[in-house]
């Protein structure tokens, strides 16, 4: 079977760099394509000091024709949310399966790429997060909140490197997702300051400084009792891993599908 063929958005990029370092340790997968708004017309290698692979930077505005010339099978794209939003509906036209990890995307964002993704036939994973532990730490959030009910508060307090441009994480308000459909539909409350009584809802809190990977912490806080669940990244490794797992796993999917990271950890 013939390798498949990867591009990055984003290349340049803390994840991109050491997506397309682990793609070149993979078998059966092949970088076709680097794309960032940096870097255009260097070695992606040279540029993330991989030694020359001879795949030059190109521009996102040539991301159609690109992908088309280097036959890409899958576009890998970890920028920022208003450069996903336009540069995931171009490569689903030009007939390329996604694996989205940029967050911070708005509902209209996500959903304007899946009916690129249904309209042209291709599949997508769309997650806030690639690595296998968060798969299991969204389970056991899920368990927790189907045992406990809505007798207990829940609060979630993530912590990010002061570089992260979007909050609260995508991870956070997943985790929030999953926990709401639990208990029957919960508001959010991101932060609080002033007058501000406790409702039912979900309380979510963004914390900010150094070179913090992702920290994750889930209470359920009960009257007398409290627990605590928490994912710890110890490195940007194990969101790279998953990444390329999925890009692996997405071109042999049914098409026109937007699948979740759950469905390749199945
Ligand atoms: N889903 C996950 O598992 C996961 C894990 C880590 C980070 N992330 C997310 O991935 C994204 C990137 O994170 P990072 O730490 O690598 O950020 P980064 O700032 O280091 O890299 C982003 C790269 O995207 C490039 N870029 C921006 N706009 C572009 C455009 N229009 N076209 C082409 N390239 C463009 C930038 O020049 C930069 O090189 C963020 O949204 C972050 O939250 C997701």
């Known amino acids: 079977m013939s390798d498949v063929r990867v591009a990055l958005v984003g290349a340049c990029g803390k994840m991109g760099s050491l997506i397309i370092r682990r793609l070149l340790a993979t078998d059966g997968v092949a970088l076709?394509?680097?794309?960032?708004?940096?870097?255009?017309?260097?070695?992606?290698?040279?540029?993330?000091?991989a030694g020359k692979l001879n795949v030059l930077v190109s521009d996102s505005k040539?991301?159609?024709?690109?992908?088309?010339?280097?036959?890409?099978?899958?576009l890998i794209d970890f920028t920022i949310a208003p450069a996903t939003a336009v540069n995931a509906?171009?490569?689903?036209?030009?007939?390329?399966?996604?694996?989205?990890?940029?967050?911070g995307l708005t509902a209209e964002q996500r959903t304007n790429i899946t009916?690129?993704?249904?309209?042209?036939?291709?599949?997508?994973?769309?997650?806030s997060n690639y690595s296998i532990g968060v798969g299991v730490f969204f389970k056991l959030i899920r368990d927790a909140a189907r045992y406990l009910g809505n007798d207990y508060d829940v609060e979630i307090i993530e912590a990010h490197h002061n570089q992260k441009k979007d909050a609260p994480s995508g991870t956070a308000m997943t985790a929030a997702e999953i926990i709401s459909?639990?208990?029957?539909?919960?508001?959010?409350?991101?932060?609080?300051?002033g007058l501000c009584p406790r409702g039912k809802e979900i309380g979510i809190h963004?914390?900010?400084?150094?070179?913090?990977?992702?920290?994750?912490?889930?209470?359920?806080?009960?009257?007398?009792?409290r627990i605590e669940l928490r994912h710890q990244?110890?490195?940007?490794?194990?969101?790279?891993?998953?990444?390329?797992?999925?890009?692996?796993?997405?071109?042999s999917q049914k098409k026109g599908v937007v699948y979740e990271?759950?469905?390749v950890l199945n």
């Not at 076709?32 to 000091?49: P, Q």
């Not at 509906?89 to 007939?95: E, I, M, Q, R, S």
């Not at 459909?181 to 300051?193: P, Q």
């Not at 963004?206 to 009960?222: E, L, N, Q, Y």
């Open 32 to 49: 076709s394509a680097a794309f960032d708004l940096v870097n255009i017309g260097k070695d992606v290698g040279e540029v993330i000091g």
């Open 62 to 74: 040539d991301l159609s024709s690109v992908l088309k010339e280097t036959r890409t099978d899958v």
């Open 89 to 103: 509906p171009v490569a689903a036209a030009a007939g390329v399966n996604l694996i989205i990890g940029t967050t």
């Open 115 to 127: 009916e690129a993704v249904i309209k042209n036939n291709v599949s997508a994973v769309i997650s």
């Open 181 to 193: 459909k639990e208990m029957g539909g919960k508001d959010f409350v991101f932060g609080r300051e």
């Open 206 to 225: 963004a914390v900010r400084g150094g070179d913090i990977v992702g920290d994750h912490t889930v209470m359920f806080i009960g009257n007398s009792e």
């Open 233 to 251: 990244a110890h490195s940007r490794e194990i969101f790279v891993g998953g990444a390329v797992m999925a890009a692996k796993w997405v071109v």
């Open 261 to 263: 990271m759950s469905d």
